[in-house]
């Protein structure tokens, strides 16, 4: 064999080799990824008119007209797969990055609550109203602080510390289990949130 037809055949195993790892790379086509939610998506909230606060996929459009990207964990939605810290987490960054026209980080964080904890809270509404008042410090946090995970079982909390842009720091205690029925069996959501 020759030394071009050497190198030739490394060219081409390399190039088929790339073209394979495609879908590791974000290319290709990548299976899809299993969700569970049979909460409906709320509608009761009012619909944002002309363009400021219109929604699209993961951008949206600001008081200004300036295009605004929205994170992808606001599309994100349970599945069994996750770990709890990961729950907790993905929850935290929804409502860090909440708009409040659309609210998409608060539907995401109820789209992670176990059905016990909607049964508390009750319509999706009262949820919203709950995270405005209760819970306004985890709306457009600057900064967050993620605590030790302490897993017992099927129960996992984690301290979670938020920052807001005065630099006020406001602690709590993010609960999560694992889910032992249907729809939900083997997923972890979000049974309560209570300041620490």
């Known amino acids: 064999m020759t030394r071009s037809r050497a190198v030739r055949l ?3 195993c390399a190039v088929a080799f790339l073209a394979g790892c495609g879908a590791l790379f974000g ?18 909230e009012s619909e944002a008119t002309g363009t400021t606060g219109e929604y699209w ?7 200004n007209g300036s295009v605004v990207t929205q994170p992808r964990v606001l599309e994100l939605r349970p599945n069994c797969e996750r770990p709890p810290g990961l729950v ?11 708009d409040p026209a659309t609210n998409a980080g608060i539907n995401t964080t109820w789209q992670f609550a176990s059905p016990s904890n909607r049964d508390l809270t009750g319509p999706y509404s009262n949820f919203v109203r709950t995270i ?4 306004e410090p985890l709306l457009n946090a ?3 602080r993620y605590g030790p995970l302490d897993r017992d079982g099927d129960t996992a909390t984690q301290p979670v510390t938020v920052v807001d842009a005065n630099g006020t720091t406001t602690s709590y205690r993010w609960t999560v289990e694992k889910q032992t029925a ?5 997923c972890w959501m979000t049974a309560g949130v209570a300041p620490a």
């Open 57 to 63: 996929g993961n951008v949206s459009v600001d008081a």
């Open 27 to 44: 290319g290709g086509q990548s299976p899809a990824d299993p969700t569970i939610t049979p909460a409906t998506v709320p509608t009761d």
């Open 182 to 186: 249907g729809p939900y069996e083997g």
């Open 88 to 98: 907790v987490h993905i929850q935290v960054l929804a409502l860090q990055n909440n």
């Open 10 to 12: 490394g060219v081409v």
């Open 142 to 144: 600057t900064g967050v």
């Open 132 to 135: 405005e008042s209760g819970f």
